[in-house]
């Protein structure tokens, strides 16, 4: 008992000494005649917007160290923090990851709120944490590992790739095509055409001014009020729920001939 009471003594000073330490970093470029913002991120969340007021790209970086002894954090971010924004022609490209060589076990990430111009396209690659697209006006391809992502009120095409996280798509302006390998895809309110193709996972689409492809592995799928043509390519093993659709509803089992390509086509904006 004397031995198990002076060893909890001995650990309690080691840690008081950890603690989360919350660094912000601002960045901004001129737009300028800037056409496109590629983002290259780690661990962390991701907010984009609109900002009408600026022909400026900022940048609010929030850099977030768990487990850290207060006198070695200056030297964790020195050494692992990458953050830049700089101008490549008329791109920005903007970096945003942690190295992680520290010797040390934490648990660290950046979160990253970025304005944008109107009419900046965007790409993202990011390694893992929630997406969060609103207001935004541009074309939007986004590569994610894994983490929920939201895209909402938005004017332009949007692709994306995803590892595994749930997707919501609501109220956009374009075409939509969303290819992903695992969660739940929620797609609302679109004005164009719309392609997804699912590993697993539900599926719910409805109200959508367009044509609609759907490629799933398993899990339920719920479509409804589309005013286009819906091609179910591979129903999956879910249950299969369709319902007032102004165009014609074809099923994989339905096509004569396999290798003719009758999906509706995206259609160019």
């Given amino acids: 008992m004397k031995l198990t009471a002076i060893g909890v003594i001995l650990l309690l000073p080691a840690l008081a000494l ?36 600026q022909n400026t790209i900022r940048v609010f970086a929030e850099i977030e160290v768990e487990n850290l002894n207060k006198s070695d954090y200056q030297g964790f971010a020195e050494k692992n923090v990458v953050l830049s924004l700089d101008r490549k022609g008329q791109r920005a490209i903007l970096k945003s990851d942690l190295k992680r060589t520290f010797r040390h076990p934490v648990d660290a990430r950046i979160n990253l709120t970025i304005e944008v111009p109107r009419g900046m396209d965007v790409h993202i690659d990011d390694g893992s944490g929630p997406i969060h697209i609103q207001y935004f006006s541009g074309r939007l391809d986004i590569k994610d590992g894994s ?7 938005v004017v332009g095409s949007v692709k994306v790739a995803d590892g595994s996280g749930k997707i919501i798509m609501e109220d956009i302006q374009g075409n939509v095509e969303i290819r992903d390998g695992s969660g739940s895809v929620d797609v609302n309110k679109i004005r164009g055409d719309v392609r997804v193709t699912d590993g697993s996972g539900t599926i719910s689409i409805q109200y959508v001014d367009g044509n609609l492809t759907v490629t799933d592995g398993s899990g339920a799928i719920d479509i409804n009020d589309i005013t286009g043509n819906v091609l179910i390519r591979e129903p999956g093993t879910g249950e299969l729920n369709i319902e007032r659709i102004q165009g014609t509803v074809t099923t994989q089992n339905e096509i004569e001939d396999e290798d003719e390509d009758i999906s509706p086509q995206i259609r160019d904006e």
């Fill in 147 to 153: 983490g929920l992502i939201t895209v909402e009120k």
């Fill in 18 to 53: 950890s603690a989360t330490f919350v660094q912000t970093k601002q960045m901004a470029l001129p737009a300028g005649d800037i056409n496109e913002l590629r983002v290259h991120c780690g661990a962390g969340s991701l907010y984009i917007v609109n900002a009408d007021w």
